[in-house]
Each structure stands twice: as structure tokens, then as C-alpha cells.
């Protein structure tokens, strides 16, 4: 079953707006990861939070961590046209006792020139 | 150059037939897995391996094989007995310690299967 899930699943925002992502889980975990994909591409990557943090940036990118509301959120500043892709959490369960993440459905973005 | 190779990127598969998907990775990740996507949907582990010789199952394993034979490959097997194959098969590899919770993981750019 699905860990994560992704909030909108669609955005179309206009270039050099923020675009805002949300993810909620069901279960305690390690570890929240949010990653890209480009049309029929791999998935990249973006960054990871710990489950004892709450905030942290990179570059253009800012991940929030609620554990208490088991939600996390992923916010692009001054977005470009190049930012269109398939954004995706991943979550690794605590004392899952294994290897695995699992991930959401995604947030399809859309950044218009 | 570091990374992930999957091939082929686009691959057909007959009715009865089994069809093997390569994932070879140089970057000396102990880790390796296989995804499936389909249209619209997150990803979903088909198998995972932690070590050279060993493999567990992931959440949707049958009709699928895998081996781990050298560090390197991680080939995906996609059997006869999986009714419905179509979807974007995704490799990746991580770094693994026994004490540690999941590191990033690393993709390849993809095999897309299509059944004729």
C-alpha cells in the first residue's frame, strides 16, 4: 500500500511563481525523501529530512517536516520552466525492519514560461 | 562516468514469452532494487538486494525473477506468469549500512515493456 501520498496531484503554476507540495504518510518513520522525474525518465534525488528535523534547504528548495501531523511539504522558490517535472515523497517506515521506501503517487508540476 | 545503466529503453514482449531486463551500476552501492510505474502512479518494489547472492521480495514480486550474482547486476526477469507487464521498470541502488535507515537512492533512466 501507498505510504505516501502527494497533494495536488496536478499544479500548473506560471514561471517564477513558488510552487507548494504536500505529502501526508500513515506510519512513524526514519526518514522522508523527495524525489523528481523528468517525462519517462529516472527519478533524481532532491533531499532528505530526518525524522528529528524540521526544516531544511536546498538551493531553490525547501522541505518542512510535521511528524505529529505526519506531513511534509516541498516548496520551489522562483520557479523556472525547467522545474516542469513528477515531484515524489518517499517514506522509510520505522522498524519496517528492512530496506525500502515507499513512495507516493506525485505531484505532476507545471511551470509556464 | 558514475551511474546506472538499464537497457533496453524500450523492450516487447510476446504472450508466453519471458523477457530480461539489464541494470549494470559502477558506483559500488551494495543495495539494488527494482520498480514498477505505471501511468499516474507512484513506484512500487518489485524486488530488493542487499548483498552479492541474496534477494528479498518486494510488494508485487510474482511473475517476476531476479539475480545478484555479481555486485554490479541486478537483472529483472519478467516471466510469462505476469499477466499484465506493461509499465516503466525502474533499477536503483543505494548505499547500505546494517545500522542505518535508507540513504538516497540512485535510478537508472528507465525500461519501458510493452506487450505485442
Known amino acids: 500500500s501507498q505510504q505516501g501520498e502527494e497533494d495536488p496531484q496536478a499544479l500548473s503554476i506560471q514561471e517564477g511563481e513558488n510552487a507548494t507540495m504536500n505529502c501526508s504518510y500513515k506510519?512513524?518513520?526514519?526518514?522522508l525523501q523527495w524525489y523528481r522525474q523528468n517525462s519517462g525518465r529516472g527519478l533524481v534525488h532532491l533531499i532528505l529530512?530526518?525524522?528529528?528535523?524540521r526544516e531544511k534547504h536546498s538551493g531553490r528548495l525547501r522541505v518542512t517536516l510535521d511528524t505529529s501531523k505526519k506531513s511534509s511539504s516541498l516548496l520551489i522558490t522562483a520557479s523556472r520552466a525547467a522545474d516542469t517535472a513528477s515531484y515524489f515523497c518517499?517514506?522509510?517506515?520505522?522498524?519496517?525492519?528492512?530496506?525500502?521506501?515507499?513512495f507516493g503517487k506525485g505531484t505532476k508540476l507545471s511551470v509556464i514560461p | 562516468d558514475g551511474g546506472i545503466t538499464q537497457s533496453p529503453k524500450y523492450l516487447f514482449r510476446k504472450e508466453g514469452q519471458n523477457v530480461t531486463l539489464s541494470c549494470e551500476q559502477n558506483?559500488?552501492?551494495?543495495?539494488m532494487y527494482w520498480y514498477r510505474q505505471d501511468p499516474g502512479q507512484g513506484l512500487r518494489l518489485i524486488y530488493y538486494?542487499?548483498?552479492?547472492?541474496?534477494?528479498q521480495k518486494g510488494d508485487i514480486a510474482e511473475g517476476y525473477s531476479v539475480s545478484r550474482e555479481k555486485k554490479e547486476s541486478f537483472p529483472l526477469t519478467v516471466t510469462s506468469a505476469q499477466k499484465n507487464p506493461t509499465a516503466f521498470y525502474l533499477c536503483?541502488?543505494?548505499?547500505?549500512?546494517?545500522?542505518?535507515?535508507?540513504?538516497?537512492?540512485?535510478f537508472g533512466s528507465g525500461t519501458q515493456l510493452s506487450v505485442l
Open positions: 529530512i530526518r525524522s528529528n528535523e
Open positions: 538486494s542487499q548483498i552479492v547472492n541474496d534477494f
Open positions: 558506483l559500488n552501492h551494495d543495495a
Open positions: 518517499a517514506t522509510d517506515a520505522l522498524g519496517a525492519g528492512s530496506y525500502q521506501l515507499t
Open positions: 506510519t512513524s518513520i526514519n526518514n
Open positions: 536503483a541502488s543505494s548505499e547500505w549500512q546494517k545500522s542505518a535507515t535508507n540513504e538516497k537512492l540512485f
